[in-house]
């Protein structure tokens, strides 16, 4: 069964640092999502991309966060200057276009990208 | 979106039928019911979704009333491995700006003894 991959599996960084989680999509799917979990809390809504450029983002994507396809296979989310607060698991997600049956509507999860920032 | 309320945990013995039941009293005419799966340290995954009476596929069922303001999870003797966070999403499933986004809760854990 094809499958969302997400590199890497844990990152540590310090506060300030840059970091870049990678992720590579199924490869007929044309909507990319990021989502973020905190230890023990609930799944939150980063942002959406289609067609090369963010749908829809939550509060929680500020400037702090961005998000690329660089080429035809990865999906990368960007936080700049890191915080403390942005230790998580964060998930990448992906999903057919509109349209394509009821399984259209399903989004498939990478195994996530523990990050914790010290 | 519409508001879902689910028990916080359950319990059950191998080889029992479990039902989850999920509370949506504000639920809109385009909504429709999803359940997600996730285990510890791993991304959520689509289990079944529907919009009225009753959907089965070979993992769950899924059991929706006529006036749609409830859902019940239904999982057929459940084993050690279903032991996992269950998640009932209620939203329009195309949310008009090109994406899916999902709204998740808190989830009922599911524990299932031996």
């Known amino acids: 069964e094809p499958e969302v991959t997400q590199t890497p599996s844990h990152q540590v960084t310090q506060m300030g640092q840059e970091v870049i989680l990678r992720c590579v999509p199924i490869?007929?799917?044309?909507?990319f999502y990021w989502y973020r979990q905190i230890l023990g809390q609930k799944v939150e809504f980063l942002v959406s991309?289609?067609?090369?450029?963010?749908?829809?983002k939550s509060e929680i994507f500020d400037d702090q966060f961005s998000v690329e396809r660089p080429d035809g296979s990865n999906f990368t989310l960007k936080i700049r200057s890191t915080k403390l607060e942005d230790s998580a698991m964060y998930f990448c997600?992906?999903?057919?276009?509109?349209?394509?049956?009821?399984?259209?509507?399903?989004?498939?999860f990478g195994q996530g990208t523990r990050l914790t920032v010290v | 979106l519409a508001k879902t309320t689910q028990p916080i945990s359950m319990d059950s013995y191998e080889g029992q039928e479990v039902n989850i039941t999920c509370s949506h009293n504000n639920i809109a005419t385009n909504d429709y019911i999803t359940w997600y799966q996730q285990f510890p340290s791993q991304g959520p995954r689509f289990i079944i979704q529907?919009?009225?009476t009753k959907v089965t596929n070979e993992v769950a069922s899924l059991f929706i009333p006529a006036d749609r303001k409830s859902s019940t999870l239904s999982l057929p003797r459940v084993s050690l491995s279903d032991t996992a966070v269950y998640y009932c999403?209620?939203?329009?499933?195309?949310?008009?700006?090109?994406?899916?986004?999902?709204?998740f809760g808190k989830g009922t854990k599911l524990s299932v003894i031996p």
């Open positions: 490869s007929n799917h044309l909507y």
């Open positions: 999403l209620v939203g329009p499933v195309y949310s008009g700006a090109g994406s899916y986004q999902l709204t």
């Open positions: 529907g919009y009225k």
């Open positions: 991309f289609y067609n090369n450029e963010i749908s829809e």
């Open positions: 997600a992906s999903s057919e276009p509109p349209g394509v049956g009821i399984r259209g509507t399903e989004a498939f």
